[in-house]
């Protein structure tokens, strides 16, 4: 049970590690990091659901826009992984797991995963 527990955590820290690199393209630009949907920086095309999804359409579009077919640098490939593993070791290193869960545990994963984020964002900058 617990390894499905941490799959999940993987999943979600590639979503933060999608977002982290979204942010970190666009702080200094100046851009919306929010409201602005995502879109490719070649070709300036809004993307879809599926080009959204982390680690997964990076290795079905080969590492490509689906619209421009511009290469994708592989650094937002590897910060979605790593985020993903930072998520899961931060967990296993907390030993937050699925049998102890509360909602006290809960909240201190999530102002770490909070505080981690602003170093990771403010670091960059």
Known sequence: MNLFFYLVLFM???LFGSFYTLAVY???KRQDII???SYCPNCNHKLGFLDL???LSYLFLKGK???CEEKIRPRYLILEILSGM???LIAFLVKFNLEDLNSIMIAQYSFLILYV???ILICRN
Do not use: A, E, K
Request: charged letters at 10%; proline letters at 10%.
């Open 117 to 119: 984020t602003f170093i």
């Open 26 to 28: 666009r702080i200094p």
């Open 12 to 14: 979600i820290g590639t």
């Open 65 to 67: 826009c689906r619209y």
């Open 53 to 55: 999804i982390p680690i």
């Open 86 to 88: 930072l998520f899961v």
């Open 35 to 37: 409201h602005t949907h």
